[in-house]
């Protein structure tokens, strides 16, 4: 099956490069592609790219203004083409190794994708996050579960694999342009009835991140209630029960006057 990774950077020249040379040596498949969606940067970040494009044609490069991480996603996934379209951060804290794990899963028959999942029994998260971030991270995980009825431990990894089909039916409907597009797009595969697999995994913590936790609680306090207000406002349905619901409400019925019933006769 053919692949498109996805990799959204802001201002990410300190480890776009040596996250692209991982994933050019771990993932060798010829008919795999390295999509970087730049979200409004103003360092050297593309400048790196270029170097890597300049040595492997799988790399390609999309500069987009400041979108937010979602939105950047969007725009690239509907660039993308292959059978399978992931997307992982820019700092690699998902290995190769494990993104290819979650695409075997993604790959088989009955699934339309898979995500990572540092919260289940069997994952491995070498290293200690700050205590701050971690209580963070696992406050926001139970509230989305509960507000959102989702079956998942943990949304929020960085690391996801959808069918093309999945995504061409997901994406459209998507809200969420920050750091709730990764709940909205899990939401919106529910809601159409997609099988998306959560995998445990390895996940490596890295140094540089950019995020002030105090700040980072308002956001997500008020990014979860208008993601839940759109989605109460304008449920999504699945799209082939939906259009026939519309067909039925906009169809008239027609009922056989004399006339029509004396050309049916005659025929």
Request: aromatic share 6%.
């Amino acid at each position: 099956m053919s692949l498109d990774i996805v990799i959204p950077a802001h201002d990410e020249e300190a480890r776009i490069g040596r996250t692209l040379h991982a994933y050019r040596n771990g993932i060798r498949a010829h008919d795999a592609r390295f999509h970087i969606a730049l979200d409004g940067c103003a360092d050297r970040t593309a400048d790196i790219v270029r170097t890597h494009m300049a040595d492997d044609e799988r790399v390609v490069l999309h500069e987009f203004p400041k979108l937010g991480k979602g939105g950047v996603l969007m725009e690239t996934f509907r660039r993308c083409d292959a059978d399978l379209i992931a997307f992982v951060d820019a700092d690699c804290a998902t290995p190769p190794a494990e993104l290819d794990r979650l695409v075997a899963v993604a790959s088989d028959a009955d699934a339309d994708g898979a995500i990572a999942s540092r919260r289940l029994p069997a994952s491995f998260t070498p290293g200690r996050r700050g205590s701050g971030r971690a209580l963070t991270s696992r406050g926001f995980a139970w509230g989305i579960r509960r507000c959102f009825r989702l079956p998942y431990t943990d949304t929020q990894c960085g690391a996801k694999v959808l069918s093309r089909r999945a995504a061409q039916r997901v994406v459209p409907l998507l809200s969420s342009r920050d750091f709730l597009f990764d709940v909205d797009l899990l939401l919106v595969a529910d809601h159409l009835g997609f099988d998306v697999r959560e995998v445990p995994t390895v996940w490596i913590d890295q140094a540089g991140s950019k995020i002030d936790v105090r700040r980072e609680v308002r956001r997500m306090v008020a990014g979860a209630v208008r993601l839940w207000v759109h989605h109460r406002t304008l449920p999504v349905q699945p799209a082939v029960e939906a259009f026939t619901e519309t067909l039925t409400d906009r169809t008239p019925t027609v009922t056989p006057t004399p006339a029509h019933r004396e050309v049916v006769d005659a025929a």
